[in-house]
Structures are given as C-alpha cells and as structure tokens.
C-alpha cells in the first residue's frame, strides 16, 4: 500500500509540473500566442489553474450523509413485513370501494330520473 501511495504522489506531482506546459502548448498552438516557455509562465499558469480549480470546485463536498436514504429500500423490506399483508388486502378493499360507489351511482341516476319525472 505504501508503495501505491509513493507511486500516486509521484505520479500527480509530474502530472502537476507537467499540465501547465501542457496548456501553454496547447494555447500557443490553438491561438498563435507566443507565450514563451519560462519558469514566471509556468508559475502563472499554474496559479490560474489552481485558481479556477477553486472557483469551479463546489461549494459544499461530498457528504455521505446527504444521501443516507438511498440504502432505506433495502431495509424496509426487512423490516416492514406489515406492509405486504395491507397489500393482499388492497384489491378487496378497492372491489368494496368501487361497489359502493357503483351502488351511490345508481341511487343517483334513479333520483335524477324520478326528479325529471316529476316536473314533468
């Protein structure tokens, strides 16, 4: 493990030496600047990645706890066993439901109808 750790700092210390040559390259190239390869151009475009690294990094880091509650659907279905006996029983009641609404439906219409005949 020490060695990996040796080997990534290695690593991102030549990529951050490295990266502002790689954009003032890329710059000179893209746009014709002249910008000549010196130790003050170097250190300042090190700095303005640094810079914008900072103002595009967010403002609050990742915080594990923030997203606590996607590992809750895992849970419940452990611990809410009630839940599946309220949905056998689901249909049976939405049958009961819609029976008695039926049965208001029709008291309606044979109101609605008894009400027409009567004016007449």
Same mark, same amino acid.
């Given at each position: 493990?020490?060695?990996?750790?040796?080997?990534?700092?290695?690593?991102?210390?030549?990529i951050?030496?490295?990266?502002?040559?790689?954009?003032?390259?890329?710059?000179?190239?893209?746009?014709?600047?002249?910008?000549p390869y010196?130790?003050?151009?170097?250190?300042?475009?090190?700095?303005?990645i640094?810079?914008?690294?900072?103002?595009?990094?967010?403002?609050?880091?990742?915080?594990p706890?923030?997203?606590?509650? @996607? +590992?809750? *659907? &895992? !849970?419940? %279905? /452990? @611990? +809410?066993? *009630? &839940? !599946?006996e %309220? /949905?056998?029983?689901?249909?049976?009641?939405?049958? /009961?439901?819609?029976?008695?609404?039926?049965?208001?439906?029709?008291?309606?219409?044979?109101?609605?109808?008894?009400?027409?005949?009567?004016?007449?």
């Open positions: 493990m020490t060695r990996k750790l040796m080997g990534f700092g290695l690593i991102g210390t030549i951050h030496v490295i990266s502002p040559l790689i954009l003032i390259w890329s710059l000179n190239t893209l746009f014709n600047t002249g910008i010196s130790f003050k151009t170097w250190l300042a475009v090190l700095l303005l640094y810079v914008v690294r900072f103002h595009i990094r967010p403002e609050r880091p990742y915080d706890f923030l997203f606590e509650d @996607e +590992d809750e *659907e &895992d !849970d419940e %279905d /452990e @611990e +809410d066993d *009630e &839940d !599946d %309220d /949905e056998i029983q689901e249909p049976q009641a939405r049958a /009961e439901t819609s029976k008695q609404t039926m049965e208001a439906l029709e008291r309606f219409q044979a109101e609605r109808k008894s009400r027409k005949g009567k004016s007449k």
